[in-house]
C-alpha cells in the first residue's frame, strides 16, 4: 500500500480549463444503446451511456493551433466511430453506430469510471427499461432481481430477497452512493409498502452477489448499486394500473448547470390482498412516496463538472389498516388426512411506517487524474405498530370420496379454540453519517480509491405486546406470555477502506484492498482484505475467467442485538424482556468465487452472454435467526458457525432481436452448527434413549434450487407489441413450530414456490417529430399493458401459523399467497 504514501503530482495545484461533451449514442434504427464506451482520444476518463443512450464529461480544451481531439465511441457487437470533436459546441452530440458484421475475434476494451462486468466478480448490469417493465404484481423494482442466480424471494407480497443463503438484512443497497434502509418494525408482507428504488428515476443497475470491491460496506450477501438519471433535457411519464400509479418529470437548465429529476408513487395494495384466502376482510393498505435528485454545475463556464453539487431527498409513508373477518386453508395432517380450518377474526390491526432520508454529495476535479467527493446523509424513521385481533379456529375433515356427493367438502367440524394478540409497539430511529472519498488514477493502469466514513446512530424501541390461547373457553397461565420493553441505543460507527485497480495489461485485471469497521457498542474493529483478479486469453477474447476472496465482516445493528429472555411468574404467566446484548461480535464470512463470462453471436449475428460461477462461504460467529413471515428472530447470540456452497449460471442475450431476455439456475446448500443444539433419539418401541449434537441443519434460507426467466417477444416487424413472461421457481425451504428447538432445521415442512407472470404490451406513437425538435411536454408515446399475474393460478405458501387445540397438538396452517388476478397499466411518455 506504498502507492498511498506517495506525493500527489504537481498537477494537482494547476487548473485545466475543460469543456463539457455530452449527448446520445443510438442504433442504425434509431434506438438508444447503453454500455457504449465514449471518450476522447489520447485523454483519460469518458463516459459510458446509460439506458437511455446518453452520456455526458468533461475534456481538456486543446491549446490555440493543436490538433483538434477526437471522439470515440465503440461498443461490442457494433463497428466503432472516430468522429472530429467541436468543444465549442460538443453539449448535444448524437452518434449512430452501426452493427459490426465482421469476424467475431477482435474485442474493443475502453476505459470508464466504472469497469466492464469481465473485470468483476459476480456483478451484473441490468437494463432500467426491464424493471419498469416485468410484470409483477406492484411494479416492485427488486422483482427483476428475482430472475438472477442466487437470490431468492417466495413471497410475491414483498421487496426483501435472500443471496447465496444470506438473508434480506444482510444486503446493501445504494441510491447515488447513498446507503439505504429499510423500516425494522415490519412483521407481514402484506404491511410492506414501496420498495424504495424508484424505476422512473434509474439509469444504472449494478447487481453483485459475492466478492464485491472494499469500496462497498459491512455485509455478508450482496451489493445493490443504484444511479439515478441526470436529464439533459426535459422528460416526463405517468403511469396508472389497477395497484397505484406514479409520476415523473426532469430537465436541465439552458445553461445546464442545474438539472432535477423529482418522482411520486402510490399503491394500493387492496386489490391483490383480496385475493388471498388465509385472512379476508376489510383491507386498507395505502402507501406513497416522493423522490427528488437536483445536480448544480457549480464550475467555472468552460468547465461545468468540475465541481458539482448533488441532492437526494425522500419520504415515504407507509400505512396498513386490516380488519379481518375470515379465512381458511386446507391442508394435510401428520396421518396424512387432508383436514380444512376455518378461521373467524374480530378485532383489526394497524402498522405505519413514515421513513424520511436526504443526502448531500459535493464533488470537485482537482485534476483530471484527481476526484474528491464528500457525502452527507441523514434518516429519521417513525414507526408503530398496533394490533388487537382474536382468532377463532374450527377445524373439519375433508371428504375425498369422488363418488359421495359432499367430495371435497368439510365433515365432521370440531372447534379447537382461539388466539388474541394485543400490542402496542413504537420504534424511533435517527441516523447520520459524514463520508469522504477520493479517486486517483496516475496512469491508464492503475486506480486508487479511498474513503473514510463515520455515523451516529440513535433508537428508541417501545414493545408492549401480550397473547394468549384459548380452548374451550379457558386459558391456563401457560398459554399466557407478555412481551414489555423500553429500548434506547446510541451509538457512533466508524469505516474507511483502501483498494487498488491495476491493468496489468489488456488482459489481466487486478484489484486488492482493505475495509477497515469500528463501533462503539462492542468495541470491537474488524478488518476486511478482499482481493479480485480476472484475465482473458489472449487467443480467446471473448472468454474471461475470474477469481475472488476476501472476509465480509457484518458488525449487527440494533434488530441483531435485541433478544427476548423470559420465565414465568408465579401464576404460570411466561414474561419476557426485551434486552439488549452489547458483548454482540461482527458476523463473519470468507469468499471464495471462481468464474467466467463468455460472449459469443448466435447464427443471426445477436450478442448472447453466459456466466457461470461457482461459490464457497464459510462463515464465524454467526448470529442464528429464525424467519416468520417476513421478520427476522434473532438469537442475539454468536453461537454458530455456517457455509453456503453453490453453482450459479445465467445466459442473456437477443433471443429475439431487439428484446434481451435471460435464463437464470443456481444449486446451492447453506447449513448452520449451533452450539449446544441436540436432538432428542428414540428405540424401536419410540422410547427416548438420550440426546445427541444436531450438527450442522439447513439453514432457514436453505433453498438448494431456484430458477429465473425473464423472456421477451415482439411481433414480427413490429416491436411495439410486445409480450413478456416473468417465471420463478425456487425449492423449498425448512419451516418449523416456534418454541420446539428440537424441531428447528430438521423439518420436512416445506413447499416450492413456483410463479409465472404474463404481460402483453403495446406502444403508440403520438409524436413523428424528432427528438431534437420536439417541444417540451409534448405526447412522445402511450404504452399499454395487460398482466396476469400468478397464470398458473399456484397456492404458494409464504409460511405457517402455528394451532393448539385441547390437547395440545400442534397443528400447522399453511399461509398462502395471492391467486390469479389480472392487471392493467398505462405508462405516458412525454
Partial sequence: MLFLLAPLPAAVAQQVARALVAGAVRDAGGQPLELVVVGVEGQPGGATTD?????????????????????????????????????????????????????????VRGR????????????????????????????????????????????????????????????????????????????????????????????????????????????????????????????????ASLVGGTAHVGAAS?????????????????????????????????????????????????????????????????????????????????????????????????????????????RHN???NLQGELLASALISREFEYRDVEAAYTFADINRDPNSEDYNQAVRQRDVGSRFDHSRNNLTARIATLEARGRWTPGRQHTVRWGVKGGREKIHDTLDEYSFIDSADYVPDRRRSLLRSDLNLASYRYQGYAQHTIDLDSLHTLTYGVRANYWTVNRQLTVSPRVQYAFT???????????????????????????????????????????????????????FIVGNEIRFKNKAGR???????????????????????????????????????????????????????????????????LVGDSITRFDAQNNPIGKEPKGYIRRPTDQRVN????????????????????????????????????????????????????????????????????????????WLGLEILNVLAANNVGGYSYVQDINAVTYSVPNYLSQRVVNLRVIARF
Fill in 607 to 673: 450478442d448472447f452472454k453466459f456466466t457461470g460461477e461457482a461459490y464457497y462461504k464459510y462463515l464465524t460467529d454467526v448470529v442464528p435467526y429464525d424467519v416468520d413471515n417476513v421478520r427476522l428472530r434473532y438469537f442475539a447470540q454468536n453461537n454458530a458457525k455456517a457455509y453456503a456452497a453453490g453453482l450459479e449460471g445465467r445466459l442473456a442475450g437477443e433471443f429475439v432481436k431487439g428484446a434481451e431476455s435471460w435464463f437464470s439456475l443456481g444449486v446451492q446448500s447453506t447449513r448452520e452448527n
Fill in 537 to 591: 486469453p489472449r487467443r480467446r477474447p471473448n472468454v474471461s475467467y475470474k477469481f475472488a476472496t476476501g472476509v465480509y465482516n457484518q458488525p449487527p445493528f440494533y434488530r441483531e442485538l435485541r433478544n427476548q429472555i423470559g420465565s414465568r411468574d408465579a401464576q404460570g404467566v411466561f414474561v419476557q424482556q426485551a434486552q439488549l446484548n452489547p458483548e454482540l461480535r461482527a458476523q463473519r464470512s470468507l469468499h
Fill in 366 to 368: 482537482f485534476t483530471p
Fill in 112 to 239: 470508464s469510471d466504472e469497469a466492464d462486468t469481465r473485470e468483476q466478480v459476480s456483478v451484473t448490469h441490468l437494463d432500467p427499461r426491464a424493471a419498469k417493465e416485468i410484470p409483477s404484481a406492484f411494479g416492485d423494482f427488486n422483482k427483476i432481481l428475482t430472475t438472477l442466480p442466487g437470490v431468492v424471494a417466495n413471497n410475491e407480497l414483498t421487496s426483501t430477497y435472500s443471496v447465496r443463503g444470506g438473508n434480506y438484512e444482510e444486503n446493501l443497497v445504494y441510491v447515488n452512493g447513498f446507503e439505504i434502509y429499510r423500516p425494522f418494525l415490519v412483521t407481514a408482507a402484506q404491511q410492506e409498502g414501496l420498495s424504495f428504488v424508484n424505476p422512473d428515476l434509474v439509469s444504472k443497475i449494478e447487481f453483485s452477489t459475492g466478492g464485491w470491491q472494499p469500496k462497498y460496506g459491512d455485509k455478508l450477501s450482496s451489493v445493490l448499486s443504484i444511479d439515478y438519471k441526470r436529464p439533459v433535457k426535459f422528460e416526463a411519464s405517468a403511469t
Fill in 254 to 362: 439552458a445553461n445546464k448547470r442545474v438539472s432535477y429529476l423529482a418522482g411520486i408513487r402510490y399503491k394500493n395494495a387492496q386489490y391483490v390482498l383480496n385475493s388471498l384466502k388465509q385472512a379476508r376482510g376489510g383491507y386498507n393498505p395505502t402507501f406513497y412516496d416522493g423522490q427528488a435528485n437536483i445536480n448544480l454545475a457549480l464550475g467555472p463556464r468552460d468547465n461545468l463538472e468540475r465541481t458539482t453539487l448533488g441532492l437526494l431527498t425522500t419520504f415515504a409513508h407507509n400505512d396498513y389498516r386490516f380488519t379481518p373477518e375470515t379465512g381458511q386453508a386446507t391442508f394435510s395432517t401428520a396421518t396424512n388426512q387432508l383436514t380444512r380450518v376455518f378461521i373467524g377474526y374480530t378485532g383489526r390491526e394497524r402498522m405505519q411506517y413514515d421513513t424520511y432520508q436526504g443526502g448531500l454529495n459535493l
Fill in 707 to 782: 430458477l429465473g426467466v425473464f423472456f421477451q417477444d415482439h411481433l414480427p416487424n413490429n416491436p411495439s407489441v410486445r409480450g413478456y413472461v416473468n417465471l420463478v421457481f425456487g425449492s423449498g425451504l425448512p419451516f418449523s413450530p416456534p418454541d420446539v428447538p428440537e424441531q428447528r432445521g430438521t423439518s420436512k415442512l416445506s413447499r416450492s414456490y413456483k410463479r409465472v407472470d404474463l404481460g402483453f404490451s403495446k406502444v403508440i406513437a403520438l409524436s413523428n417529430s424528432p427528438e431534437a425538435s420536439r417541444r417540451a411536454g409534448q405526447f412522445e408515446s402511450l
Fill in 51 to 107: 439506458a437511455g443512450g446518453r452520456f455526458s464529461f468533461t475534456v481538456a480544451r486543446p491549446p490555440a493551433g493543436a490538433k483538434p481531439l477526437v471522439l470515440i465511441a465503440r461498443r461490442v457487437g457494433f463497428q466503432s466511430q472516430r468522429l472530429p470533436l467541436n468543444v465549442a459546441a460538443a453539449q448535444n452530440l448524437v452518434i449512430t453506430l452501426a452493427t459490426d458484421n465482421r469476424l467475431n475475434n477482435v474485442v
